[in-house]
Nanobody, 120 residues
Framework: QVQLVESGGGAVQAGGSLRLSCAAS????????MAWFRQAPGKEREGVVT???????SYAESVKGRFTASKDYAENTLYLQMNSLSPEDTAMYYC??????????????WGPGTQVTVSS
């Protein structure tokens, strides 16, 4: 059974940093395309970054240069390092696996999410 569990969210001030983790179990993270999505209250879910099976990444324009995604294959864990956070980054962040690019509806597996709140 595939299971994804996010952690690392919290409340920070603008300009701060957070590192999110997504621990995967029940499958090999190298086997599927994975992604981080986020959803702010009243807004649609949006893709933050996708990580393909070869490790290549694709970032949303709004986070380029500030966020960095990585995989630890030994730990079967996905990470999202978020720097220079702004209030606009406030959202619930979700880890997803087995999908296509930034199309959230194509992903088969989701974690419960972790909340990120950035104050000005």
């Amino acid at each position: 059974q595939v299971q994804l569990v996010e952690s690392g969210g919290g409340a920070v001030q603008a300009g701060g940093s957070l590192r999110l983790s997504c621990a995967a179990s029940g499958y090999d993270t190298g086997r599927y395309c994975m992604a981080w999505f986020r959803q702010a209250p009243g807004k649609e879910r949006e893709g933050v970054v996708t990580i393909d099976t070869d490790g290549s990444t694709s970032y949303a324009e709004s986070v380029k240069g500030r966020f960095t995604a990585s995989k630890d294959y030994a730990e079967n864990t996905l990470y999202l390092q978020m720097n220079s956070l702004s209030p606009e980054d406030t959202a619930m962040y979700y880890c997803a696996a087995d999908g296509i690019g930034g199309s959230w509806s194509s992903y088969s597996h989701w974690g419960p999410g972790t909340q990120v709140t950035v104050s000005s």
